[in-house]
C-alpha cells in the first residue's frame, strides 16, 4: 500500500500530500505521524496540501485528529496551501478545524513553527534562570 | 374542423387592405408615438409577419404548434424579445399581434362567397390562432424581461463585491448590501482567490454597506471568515454601525472575531500585525519648512 512519506526538517515534520487521498491512506499517515512525532521528538508538524483538490469530511475530521494527537504530544499542527474551493467545501461542512493552524504557503507555515518554537525556548530559558 | 386554408388564400388577395387597416389600428393606440419604432420599420414588420402567417395558415391549419407556423412564431419571438428591451410595455406588445383580429375579420366578413355559417367558423378559427400567438408574444415578452433582470442582479453582484489590495499582504472587502447565500458564496470566492493572487495574510471586511445583519447574515460572515483562516489569512470585521451594533447585541447574534468600528481602526490594526505603522514626518515637515527646496510644493 502507497504511503505518504514524512520528512524530517529540524525539530519539525514535513508532510506534502501529492495523491488524492482516500479513506485508507488518511489513516495510515495518522499513524506513521503520531510515530514519527514520538520517535524524532518533534515540536512541529508542517501539512502542505496544495495539491489537494478533493477533500471530504472524512480527510477534514483526519487532519483535526493529527492536530488533536500532535498537541497531546506537544507539537504543533500547521495546514499550509489550501485550495480557495477546499476551504469552501470545508466550511459548508461545517468543519472549521478550529485546533489547526493555518498558513498561506509553506515558508510562512515554517516561519509560525520556528517562531513558536523561538518563544517555547525562551520561556525555557526562563525557567532556567 | 374548418378549412383555414380560405383564410390563407383571402389574406393573399386582400393582402394591401388588410396591412393598411392593421397598420391604422397599431398607430391608433400609439406605437410610433413613443418613438421607438419608425413607421417604415413598423410596416416592415407587419407585412413581413402577415407573409409568415400566411404561409402557416395555408400549410399548418388551425394548430398554432404546427411546424408551418415556425417562422412566424420565430419572428413574434424575435419582435417581442427586441420590443422587451427596448422598453415597450406588455400592452403595446401584444396589440401587435391583437389588433390583426379585426382586419381579419373585416375580410371575412365582406366575403360574399362564404355562408354566415362558414365566416363564423373561420372567424373562431382565427380568434384562437391569434389569441395562442399573442399568448405566445406575451411570454416571450416576459422571459426577455425577466432575462434582462437576472444579468442585472448577476452584475450587481459581481460589482458590489470588490476585493481591494490596501497594502502587501492586507486585503480589505467592502461589503455593499445585504448579504444572502448567493451572494456570501461569490464574495468567499472572490476573497479566497484574492487571498492566494497576493499572498495576503489579513483579510478586512467591512460591512458599512451592509443594510441589516442578522443571524443569517452574521453565520455568513462567520463562514467567510473561517474559509479565509483555513487559507491561513486572519480577518478583521469592520464598519459595524452603532444600530446594527445594537440589534445585533439584542438579537444575540455573536461574531467571535476581532472586530473593529471603521476600515480605519482595522487597517491600523493589519498595519501593526504585520510590523508596519503610519508615522507623521514631524522630521521632514520641519526640515521643508526651514529651508524651502526649489522646485517642491510646501
Known amino acids: 500500500m502507497?504511503?505518504?512519506?514524512?520528512?524530517?526538517?529540524?525539530?519539525a515534520l514535513l508532510v506534502t500530500i501529492q495523491v488524492d487521498m482516500h479513506d485508507r491512506l488518511a489513516t495510515a499517515l495518522e499513524e506513521d505521524l503520531t510515530a514519527k512525532i514520538v520517535a524524532y521528538g518533534a515540536r512541529g508538524v508542517l501539512?502542505?496540501?496544495?495539491?489537494?483538490?478533493?477533500?471530504?469530511?472524512?480527510?477534514?475530521?483526519?487532519?483535526?485528529?493529527?492536530?488533536?494527537?500532535?498537541?497531546?504530544?506537544?507539537?504543533?499542527?500547521?495546514?499550509?496551501?489550501?485550495?480557495?474551493?477546499?476551504?469552501i467545501t470545508l466550511v459548508e461542512?461545517?468543519?472549521?478545524?478550529?485546533?489547526?493552524?493555518?498558513?498561506?504557503?509553506?515558508?510562512?507555515g515554517m516561519a509560525l513553527i520556528q517562531a513558536r518554537l523561538q518563544t517555547s525556548e525562551s520561556e525555557d530559558a526562563d525557567v532556567e534562570d | 374542423m374548418v378549412d383555414v386554408g380560405t383564410i390563407a388564400e383571402l389574406v393573399a388577395s386582400g393582402e394591401a387592405a388588410i396591412l393598411s387597416e392593421w397598420i391604422d389600428l397599431q398607430k391608433k393606440v400609439g406605437t410610433l408615438q413613443t418613438g421607438r419604432i419608425t413607421e417604415n420599420e413598423l410596416?416592415?414588420?407587419?407585412?413581413?409577419?402577415?407573409?409568415?402567417?400566411?404561409?402557416?395558415?395555408?400549410?399548418?391549419?388551425?394548430?398554432?404548434?404546427?411546424?408551418?407556423?415556425?417562422?412566424a412564431r420565430q419572428m413574434l419571438a424575435d419582435l417581442s424579445r427586441s420590443r422587451a428591451l427596448?422598453?415597450?410595455?406588455?400592452?403595446?406588445?401584444?396589440?401587435?399581434?391583437?389588433?390583426?383580429?379585426?382586419?381579419?375579420?373585416?375580410?371575412?366578413?365582406r366575403n360574399a362567397a362564404l355562408s354566415p355559417v362558414q365566416a363564423a367558423d373561420l372567424t373562431w378559427a382565427v380568434t384562437l390562432l391569434l389569441d395562442e400567438l399573442g399568448l405566445f408574444t406575451l411570454e416571450i415578452f416576459q422571459k426577455?424581461?425577466?432575462?434582462?433582470?437576472?444579468?442585472?442582479?448577476?452584475?450587481?453582484?459581481?460589482?458590489?463585491?470588490?476585493?481591494?489590495?490596501l497594502w502587501d499582504g492586507?486585503?480589505?472587502?467592502?461589503?455593499?448590501?445585504?448579504?444572502?447565500?448567493?451572494?456570501?458564496?461569490?464574495?468567499?470566492?472572490?476573497?479566497?482567490?484574492?487571498?492566494?493572487?497576493?499572498?495576503?495574510?489579513?483579510?478586512?471586511?467591512?460591512?458599512?454597506?451592509?443594510?441589516?445583519?442578522?443571524?443569517?447574515?452574521?453565520?455568513?460572515?462567520?463562514?467567510?471568515?473561517?474559509?479565509a483562516r483555513l487559507m491561513?489569512?486572519?480577518?478583521?470585521?469592520?464598519?459595524i454601525r452603532p444600530q446594527i451594533a445594537q440589534t445585533m447585541v439584542h438579537l444575540g447574534v455573536e461574531l467571535n472575531v476581532v472586530s473593529k468600528a471603521t476600515l480605519a481602526d482595522a487597517f491600523a490594526m493589519a498595519l501593526e500585525r504585520t510590523g508596519r505603522a503610519v508615522t507623521k514626518r514631524k522630521a521632514a515637515a520641519a526640515a521643508a519648512k526651514g529651508k524651502p527646496i526649489a522646485g517642491k510644493v510646501e
Do not use: W
Open chain 1, 2 to 11: 502507497d504511503r505518504i512519506p514524512i520528512l524530517k526538517f529540524g525539530n
Open chain 1, 47 to 87: 501539512i502542505d496540501i496544495s495539491a489537494l483538490e478533493i477533500v471530504d469530511s472524512f480527510i477534514g475530521r483526519m487532519l483535526d485528529n493529527i492536530a488533536a494527537v500532535s498537541r497531546i504530544l506537544d507539537a504543533d499542527t500547521v495546514v499550509v496551501g489550501m485550495r480557495p474551493a477546499v476551504a
Open chain 1, 93 to 108: 461542512l461545517g468543519l472549521s478545524l478550529t485546533g489547526v493552524k493555518t498558513a498561506l504557503n509553506v515558508e510562512r
Open chain 2, 43 to 71: 410596416v416592415a414588420q407587419s407585412r413581413e409577419f402577415l407573409h409568415r402567417l400566411r404561409d402557416g395558415l395555408a400549410r399548418g391549419g388551425s394548430d398554432s404548434s404546427d411546424a408551418a407556423y415556425g417562422p
Open chain 2, 86 to 109: 427596448q422598453g415597450f410595455s406588455p400592452t403595446e406588445t401584444a396589440t401587435f399581434i391583437f389588433s390583426l383580429k379585426q382586419p381579419l375579420f373585416n375580410v371575412l366578413n
Open chain 2, 144 to 165: 426577455s424581461r425577466e432575462e434582462v433582470i437576472v444579468r442585472q442582479q448577476r452584475e450587481i453582484a459581481e460589482l458590489s463585491t470588490p476585493v481591494v489590495k
Open chain 2, 170 to 227: 492586507i486585503l480589505a472587502l467592502p461589503l455593499i448590501g445585504t448579504l444572502d447565500s448567493q451572494r456570501t458564496q461569490v464574495v468567499m470566492e472572490n476573497l479566497l482567490q484574492t487571498v492566494v493572487d497576493v499572498e495576503a495574510e489579513i483579510a478586512i471586511i467591512d460591512i458599512t454597506g451592509v443594510p441589516t445583519v442578522d443571524t443569517l447574515t452574521a453565520q455568513h460572515l462567520l463562514k467567510t471568515v473561517a474559509a
Open chain 2, 232 to 239: 491561513g489569512a486572519d480577518c478583521i470585521i469592520s464598519g
